[in-house]
């Protein structure tokens, strides 16, 4: 296992220095689930929610969030993102999501569309939290990435 890269010497938090890294294409999904009751998800697909379109703008709500991941995570690097994809699906009690980042640049986009996924998720509870308080956001997770230095990364499942 490599050391952490957010520590100095002395243990103290640090941003990484990447100005003398290469630029390179990057690009990085992340998915991960919010579960509810049948019926909860059943008013999500009907657009029956009081508040709105929940998915579309969980799925706006997503996008928002990864272009904003360097004012919410403390080290984050602020990027300029080429291209965000935030997708929601609907499957037996629970809503599936899914997001992709892309740059060119001379850091990684992970954080970005973790950051996308996680914002999403707190979108749609927020949105029916009314009718269900019991939902469980759950299984966030880096399942690809590319570029830069270490390569490609794929999870198994």
Do not use: W
């Amino acid at each position: 296992m490599s050391k952490l890269t957010h520590f100095d010497a002395d243990g103290r938090a640090s941003m990484v220095d990447v100005s003398k890294k290469p630029t390179s294409d990057r690009m990085a999904r992340a998915e991960g689930s919010i579960s509810m009751a049948a019926e909860t998800l059943a008013l999500i697909r009907a657009g029956g929610a009081q508040k709105g379109d929940v998915l579309s703008i969980a799925q706006l709500a997503g996008i928002m969030g990864a272009k904003q991941t360097a004012n919410l995570i403390p080290l984050c690097h602020p990027l300029t993102l080429s291209h965000i994809d935030v997708k929601l699906t609907c499957e037996d009690t629970r809503v599936v999501i899914s997001a992709e980042c892309r740059l060119n640049a001379q850091t990684g986009v992970e954080m970005e569309a973790l950051t996308a996924v996680a914002i999403a998720a707190l979108t749609v509870y927020d949105m029916v939290k009314a009718v269900d308080k019991s939902m469980v956001i759950g299984d966030i997770r880096l399942v690809e990435k590319s570029g830069g230095r270490s390569g490609h990364f794929k999870t198994d499942a």
